[in-house]
Each structure stands twice: as structure tokens, then as C-alpha cells.
């Protein structure tokens, strides 16, 4: 069985650096075509995808925050890490972590349950 | 940015009638990189179809999805109680990868 699962702080500060962790069993990061991801969501809003880091340990970024955000592994530990900087109460949202299961193909299955974070003062 | 705009935003339907959510992409998609999602309130999305028109494990065979470069269609065949909820369609066959708004299908 495949799970993903986010965890971070619930509440961060304007201008504080996010940093978030994904943990997963059932798959390895180090399988060929494998891809872990992020996805937020703010409240009552759309899905926004974020970052993707794969196998090879090659990282793409969505562009309107590509200079914000960090991705990095840890196939030792099966984590995957997402750093996101200066952040603002509109980044407010539930952080989802995916897994992108096939190379070249980057659709998203399974998702782990999200964990929102508010970013107040 | 491939732009992806869903219709109807809502759609007021009951059990046991047909559903057709439409996405209209910006620029041309390739027919093998479009997804679609649910999403239940309080609950992460699910996949239920990718590559235009293959549903994912588990997924019941009254989801179907057709289409092609700029048009693609979810159709529930016969809603379920359990298929009322949000549906997001995905592109991902330029990057950035974006989604739609979301359709809410809604009990009648």
C-alpha cells in the first residue's frame, strides 16, 4: 500500500521560511520514472501545483514561485522536503505531498491527506 | 501557462442521472497528458482518470473520459450519492502543470 503523509507547522509568521516534510512507504524514490511532489490548495480555492523532485534527482518548479521554493530527498529515509521563503498570509493553504508514479506521465496518485498551514501574525 | 477553464462551475443534478463536466484548455494538450481528480469536502483529491481517458485503479466504470487538444469531457454515467463532490481536471503535458477551477456537482 502506497501513503504519503505531511507533516510541518500549522502556523507560521510573515516573512518565516516554510519547511515541510513528506514521509512515504510503499514506493522508493529511487525507482526509474518515480516523482515526489507538492500541490496547495487555498481554502475554497483550486489547486495549485508547486514542485516535483525525481529519481535521477532532477526538480522542476511552478514558476510563479520558483525563486521561493526548495525541494530536496532523502531516499534514506523516504522524505522529501519542501522549503518555501518569505512567506505571506496568501500563502495560507493545505500543502498536499503526491506522488508521480510513471515517467513521463505526471499525473498525481496517491495524495497524502494535506496539512494546512496559516500564515499569521 | 496552459490555462484550463471547467464548466459548468456548478451543476445541480440527482442520483442516478448523467453528469458532463467540460475543460477547455488555452493551447492544445496532448491527449495523453490530461487528468481528472474528485475531491470530497475535508479530503485530499483522488485520481480518477489520466491519460484523457484511463481510469486508475479502483475507479467505477461509470467515469469515462473522452476528448482531445483543447476539449476534454468527464462524464458520470449514473451519479451516485457518493459522486457528489468537486472535479478538477489537470494538464500535464507542458509544464507548468495546471488545473482547472472545479466543477461542483451537487445534489438537485
Known amino acids: 500500500q502506497i501513503t504519503l503523509k505531511e507533516s510541518g507547522p500549522t502556523l507560521v509568521k510573515p516573512t518565516q521560511t516554510l519547511t515541510l516534510t513528506c514521509t512515504f512507504s510503499?514506493?522508493?524514490?529511487?525507482?526509474?520514472?518515480?516523482?515526489v511532489g507538492w500541490i496547495r490548495q487555498p481554502p475554497g480555492k483550486a489547486l495549485e501545483w508547486l514542485a516535483v523532485?525525481?529519481?535521477?534527482?532532477?526538480?522542476r518548479y511552478g514558476p510563479s514561485l520558483k525563486s521561493r521554493l526548495t525541494i530536496t530527498k532523502d531516499t534514506s529515509k523516504n522524505q522529501v522536503v519542501l522549503t518555501m521563503t518569505n512567506m505571506d498570509p496568501v500563502d495560507t493553504a493545505t500543502y498536499y505531498c503526491?506522488?508521480?508514479?510513471?515517467?513521463?506521465?505526471?499525473?498525481?496518485?496517491?495524495w497524502g491527506p494535506g496539512t494546512l498551514v496559516t500564515v499569521s501574525s | 501557462e496552459i490555462v484550463l477553464t471547467q464548466s459548468p462551475g456548478t451543476l445541480s443534478l440527482s442520483p442516478g442521472e448523467r453528469a458532463t463536466l467540460s475543460c477547455r484548455a488555452s493551447?492544445?494538450?496532448?491527449?495523453?497528458?490530461f487528468a481528472w481528480y474528485q475531491q470530497k469536502p475535508g479530503q485530499a483529491p483522488r485520481l480518477l482518470i489520466y491519460g484523457a481517458s484511463s481510469r486508475a485503479t479502483g475507479i467505477p466504470d461509470r467515469f469515462s473520459g473522452s476528448g482531445s487538444a483543447t476539449d476534454f469531457t468527464l462524464t458520470i454515467s449514473r451519479l451516485e450519492p457518493e459522486d457528489f463532490a468537486m472535479y478538477y481536471c489537470?494538464?500535464?503535458?507542458?509544464?507548468?502543470?495546471?488545473f482547472g477551477q472545479g466543477t461542483k456537482v451537487e445534489i438537485k
Open positions: 523532485i525525481y529519481w535521477d534527482d532532477d526538480k
Open positions: 493551447q492544445s494538450v496532448s491527449s495523453t497528458y
Open positions: 489537470q494538464q500535464y503535458g507542458s509544464s507548468p502543470w495546471t
Open positions: 503526491v506522488r508521480r508514479p510513471v515517467r513521463g506521465a505526471n499525473w498525481f496518485d496517491p
Open positions: 510503499g514506493f522508493s524514490l529511487t525507482t526509474t520514472g518515480v516523482g
